[in-house]
């Protein structure tokens, strides 16, 4: 992606680039049982790192791109995403007492590593070329974006209650039947809706926080996907970043 955006770059007129890295805790909501309260929903588990480029238009010269068009509020920012380790956990009321699928669900853990080349849409509401000029008075410019991205990852699952690759009974009943645990390496295709802002620091460079909600048209991502009504549903990924961009050209 990054490679095509350059090469269409050379045969336009004046497009203008950025390049940034972006940091910040994720949190995927997955099937692993959680407590009821907000924070314990929404608990941080990982961290989310960001290498990304933009391409913006509001120095190319065409019909749709006017002195104020549509294209001085456009950006397209390529990514590629890496989310550290997830470890996941069974928490809350199916775990508690002494009951043979309670001690089950407690005794398992997984994790999750994942890797994202995305790209994504961004609107900005105040005029791109008025917010990058090196004398504009600007400093605030907040966005709304939409993206895909084609994820890797690799999960694991374990019980301290024994191998489950030998005796599946160490799992909860609903995990048993064949295809409800998926355990290994595989890709998965995701869309992500955003908001976020930047702030103009210099001439050469903005700071930027970024919010961005990812979800997968899987239910493999955390190893399981059994179809029982508290695990039927997809996982998705909450990103809460901070970056800082700079501006290749002008």
Same mark, same amino acid.
């Given at each position: 992606?990054?490679?095509?955006?350059?090469?269409?770059?050379?045969?336009?007129?004046?497009?203008?680039?950025?390049?940034?890295?972006?940091?910040?805790?994720?949190?995927?909501?997955?099937?692993?049982?959680?407590?009821?309260?907000?924070?314990?929903?929404?608990?941080?588990?990982?961290?989310?790192?960001?290498?990304?480029?933009?391409?913006? *238009?509001?120095?190319?010269? #065409?019909?749709? =791109? /006017?002195?104020? %068009?549509?294209?001085?509020?456009? !950006?397209?920012?390529?990514?590629?995403?890496?989310?550290?380790?997830?470890?996941?956990?069974?928490?809350?009321?199916?775990?508690?007492?002494?009951?043979?699928?309670?001690?089950?669900?407690?005794?398992?853990?997984?994790?999750?590593?994942?890797?994202?080349?995305?790209?994504?849409?961004?609107?900005?509401?105040?005029?791109?070329?008025?917010?990058?000029?090196?004398?504009?008075?600007?400093?605030?410019?907040?966005?709304?974006?939409?993206?895909?991205? *084609?994820?890797?990852?690799? #999960?694991?699952? =374990? /019980?301290?209650? %024994?191998?489950?690759?030998?005796? !599946?009974?160490?799992?909860?009943?609903?995990?048993?039947?064949?295809?409800?645990?998926?355990?290994?390496?595989?890709?998965?295709?995701?869309?992500?809706?955003?908001?976020?802002?930047?702030?103009?620091?210099?001439?050469?460079?903005?700071?930027?926080?970024?919010?961005?909600?990812?979800?997968?048209?899987?239910?493999?991502?955390?190893?399981?996907?059994?179809?029982?009504?508290?695990?039927?549903?997809?996982?998705?990924?909450?990103?809460?970043?901070?970056?800082?961009?700079?501006?290749?050209?002008?």
């Amino acid at each position: 992606m990054f490679l095509l955006l350059i090469v269409y770059s050379t045969k336009a007129q004046h497009l203008t680039h950025d390049v940034g890295v972006f940091i910040g805790p994720s949190t995927i909501q997955n099937d692993y049982a959680k407590k009821e309260g907000f924070f314990d929903l929404y608990a941080i588990n990982g961290l989310s790192i960001s290498l990304v480029h933009y391409l913006h *238009f509001f120095n190319v010269n #065409n019909r749709w =791109n /006017s002195k104020k %068009g549509i294209a001085n509020h456009l !950006m397209v920012k390529s990514e590629f995403n890496f989310l550290s380790k997830n470890t996941f956990e069974n928490l809350g009321k199916y775990t508690l007492g002494t009951s043979p699928e309670a001690q089950k669900l407690k005794a398992m853990t997984g994790t999750a590593t994942i890797s994202n080349i995305a790209v994504h849409g961004e609107y900005y509401f105040k005029d791109l070329k008025d917010f990058m000029f090196p004398y504009s008075d600007i400093k605030w410019n907040p966005y709304v974006s939409v993206g895909f991205a *084609f994820s890797f990852y690799t #999960n694991t699952l =374990n /019980s301290t209650l %024994g191998d489950w690759r030998s005796d !599946m009974t160490v799992l909860p009943e609903k995990y048993r039947a064949d295809g409800e645990v998926a355990i290994g390496s595989d890709t998965a295709l995701s869309f992500s809706l955003g908001a976020g802002t930047r702030y103009k620091l210099s001439e050469k460079y903005d700071v930027a926080v970024n919010f961005n909600s990812q979800f997968f048209f899987s239910d493999a991502i955390d190893g399981l996907q059994s179809q029982h009504s508290s695990n039927k549903y997809n996982e998705w990924i909450i990103h809460l970043q901070v970056g800082i961009i700079y501006h290749l050209n002008f």
